[in-house]
């Protein structure tokens, strides 16, 4: 039972991580995206880790995954445009990324050895044994990515905002060109003239 | 408890909730098109059954009979799965509800919940964040301006209200000290139940409860008046009808939520029954508050008018989220002062 369910969210998990990356409308990739990362925190549970399974379906998949999806239909990105791999830097480079990726995967592997095969969900972790830990032996580092989150969030508000006006007629604040992203059409049939959305009488 | 007997269970457990969540339906709709009417001061639909009472098995019948259109242009795929899809999260959320006190057969003491796990809050917010991925799926598939509007709506409406959502949530959970449905349900019937307590928490969800099942007045993703109807403009037949149950599905679903953090679930203050009596009564009473809710959705979708869509950001984040983050503040400090 245990082994069906696990062979099934493992080849899940795997084949649409697959076609994250090599299907060509980002709608149906972000999508995929969803399955892996549902089939991640099944495997999660699996393991006895049921809080990282929940969060990781509430704020992966139910928030972050949405925003993805939210600013492709927003921007209107249809298929990706770019044949695959046109440069040869970087196939060299994705080539190099490889070799690493598979060389831990084997340093991994060689240290920790074969698996055992026990059944996965004995090792239980309560929430009361998480939250022990992390609160008190993890406080220091808990505390740290908090606080480096909210100067990311601080950082990223800042780079975003556009100056007030009074800030833009002293010349206190230049955010620089309004970024255009590649791809946005202007709007088609406005008369420079009028300004109105319309193409004659 | 060997593994048949278990899956037994779980299998009637799970009769029982379905059962009760997926007929619903067709009593909401009448519910919704007289109770519409009585506020509107007309008769309604009275032709069929005593009160129209069978006007829903019409309408079903109606819904499955009518031509089912696919826009040629449409995303065939995703367009196809989105109903499906529209469906799930609504069910799955239903087995982490306790709705009757643990009863006992032959020896074995079984908890009236379909799935007794340690995350069940947060299984339940988990599984139903998930049920926006449809309408973005539908209104994206449809290759059209006003359902692609209406999805672009939806995505950023029930993100901004999650949040509020959650955190309420949690200030519940945070004197209970337990995930589990079942304790925050035993800890209202030792004391109080939470709405007294918890007055300012219970106002956030039931806000952001209207936007996350995306009734009136938060319905914009299907804003009739500015995008035709939104995300399932394009569908019909049982495909569309399958929308309009997975609406009402998640507001049962959402309200049983709601009743058991702040209404006592299944319990009844100051009586308590034990055994296959109180199983009984336990059930009954969860489905009286749940209809109690139910009816409130509709009476609230009668009386007031759509919020415009930059009132409904503003409120979201501007109003609703700092209130809840205060709220989890002052619970918690409660808390901590030992007067919760």
């Keep these: 039972m245990e082994t069906v ?21 980002p709608i149906y990739s972000t999508m995929s995206l969803v399955l892996t990362l549902f089939s991640m925190a099944v495997l999660f549970v699996m393991l006895g880790a049921p809080f990282i399974g929940a969060l990781q379906i509430l704020i992966y998949a139910g928030a972050i995954v949405v925003l993805f999806l939210f600013v492709i239909m927003l921007l209107n990105v249809e298929r990706e445009e770019m044949p695959h791999a046109s440069q040869p830097a970087q196939r060299w480079l994705a080539l190099l990324g490889a070799g690493i990726f598979a060389g831990f995967l084997v340093l991994l592997f060689w240290r920790i050895g074969t698996p055992s095969g026990a059944p996965m969900s004995e090792t239980f972790v309560s929430f009361k044994q998480l939250a022990t830990e992390l609160f008190r032996q993890y406080l220091l580092p808990f505390e740290m990515v908090g606080l480096l989150l909210l100067v990311a969030v601080i950082g990223a508000t800042v780079a975003a905002r556009r100056a007030t006006p009074l800030e833009a007629q002293a010349g206190l604040y230049d955010p620089g060109e309004e970024p255009r992203v590649e791809g946005q059409r202007s709007a088609p049939h406005v008369n420079p003239e009028t300004g109105l959305h319309v193409h004659s009488d | ?22 007929n619903v339906v067709p009593v909401m709709v009448w519910v919704e098109r007289r109770g519409s009417a009585l506020i509107q001061d007309r008769p309604g639909p009275n032709r069929l059954g005593p009160f129209g009472l069978i006007q829903p098995l019409a309408d079903a019948l109606k819904f499955m009979f009518k031509e089912d259109i696919t826009p ?51 299984l339940f917010l988990a599984l139903s964040s998930l049920g926006v991925y449809s309408l973005i799926m539908a209104g994206y598939a449809s290759n059209n301006k006003f359902s692609l509007l209406g999805a672009i709506r ?31 349900v035993a800890y209202q019937q030792e004391r109080v139940w939470n709405f007294i307590p918890q007055i300012l928490g ?22 009739e008046s500015e995008l035709i109807a939104g995300f399932h403009t394009e569908y019909s037949a049982m495909r569309f009808a399958s929308f309009f149950m997975a609406e009402y599905a998640a507001m049962t679903a959402l309200s049983c939520l709601g009743v058991t953090l702040y209404f006592g679930g299944w319990s009844l203050p100051f009586v308590h029954l034990e ?39 503003r409120l979201g984040w501007k109003v609703l989220l700092p209130l809840a983050i205060l709220n989890l503040l002052l619970v918690a400090v409660m808390t901590l002062a030992g007067w919760l």
């Design chain 1, 5 to 25: 369910v696990f062979a099934l969210f493992a080849f899940l998990a795997v084949v649409s991580a697959l076609v994250v990356v090599t299907h060509k409308s």
């Design chain 2, 275 to 313: 055994g296959w009596l109180g199983a009984i009564v336990g059930f009954a009473t969860l489905v009286v508050k749940v209809a109690i809710c139910m009816a409130v959705f509709v009476w609230v979708r009668w009386t007031f008018p759509r919020f415009r869509y930059d009132q409904l950001m």
């Design chain 2, 202 to 223: 219970f106002v956030i969800f039931l806000i952001a409860s209207f936007a996350e099942t995306n009734r009136a007045p938060f319905d914009l993703p299907e804003a």
């Design chain 2, 1 to 22: 408890m060997t593994m048949t007997q278990d899956l037994l269970a779980t299998a009637l457990k799970l009769a029982v909730m379905l059962g009760f969540v997926l």
């Design chain 2, 72 to 122: 040629a242009e449409a995303d065939k795929p995703l367009y196809l799965a989105a109903p499906v899809l529209a469906l799930l999260p609504a069910l799955s959320t239903i087995v982490v509800i306790p709705f009757g006190p643990n009863i006992t057969v032959g020896g074995h003491e079984i908890p009236l919940v379909i799935a007794n796990v340690d995350a069940g809050v947060l």
């Design chain 2, 154 to 184: 939806a995505s950023a409406q029930l993100i901004s209200y999650e949040l509020a959502l959650t955190i309420s949530v949690l200030a519940v959970i945070i004197p209970v000290g337990s995930f589990y449905l079942n304790d925050v």
